[in-house]
């Protein structure tokens, strides 16, 4: 059964300190299948970040032009934080995790776990984790008390080699964060190589998940951040992880404050967003509005998002 066929709206049986709310009125799933994969991405909620931390190679008030532009709040703005679940060769594979619950500053994300429950996914039968990168946001929806109990014992967590060695001795020296973050960040991925470091699957460069889903480490956002490849029947998605932000189809050179290295992080950017217009597969990442499924389209120097039209 495709999970756009699946109708199961169960949301008991959760113990989870935010109440299930059956009658959420803002949708926090939506299926697309892409050739023979089944594909769904699941809203984690909305993260806000400090604003300078969305371009630190720009004049403020340039940024602050944009964000005005773009009707985003002054001091912090909006970002959605979408992870993915993908069905496969027998395979069920979640892309990421969320934020988890230990953040009362982001108060509106982690809430994967209940939306996952409500899409009918139960954790047991997740066979594959992986993971673009190791930031909170990213691995926190893991470290929630009693997930990695309901998890299988045979639990596959892909991620690359080069991101395991980073965290090991993580270097934030060009990143523009607040310390307090940074700790909380370095804090996350410690607790998460500590608990999970026998369920690691770890790759170099490239590595086929299941059929038809490749993940493929570009480096930047983190050393070893990646990009997972979805391809069936002529069908093409990637998910993107931190690789592109909102802003950066504007503004592809601005640099973000969660970048470790930021410079190459933008090259990333710009070689996979090329890529992506060339190609016209479809694009999801972490952080764009929900449910993010969007095409690329070149324009000028720059690339223009063109959002999918929502297939009900
Ligand atoms: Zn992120």
Redo the contacts with the bound molecule.
Sequence with gaps: MSFAQKTNMSLNTISHPRKPRPDELVPSRYALPVGEIDVLVVSDGVITPPADAMATNVDPAVREAWQNDMFLAPDAYDWA?NAVVVRSGGRTILIDAGLGLEYPDFPRAGQLGLRLEAAGIDLASVTDVVLTHM?F??IGGLLVDGVRDRLRRDLRVHVSAAETKFWASPDFSRTAMPPDMADLIRRAAKRFLNEYHSQLWPFEAEHEVAQGVVVTRTGGHTPGHSVVRLASGGDRLTFA??AVFPVSFEHPDWHNG?EHDPEEAARVRVRLLRELAANRESLVA??LPFPSVCHVAVDGEAFRCVPAVWDY
């Design positions: 934080l930031h946001d990213h992880g931190d969660f972490t952080h």
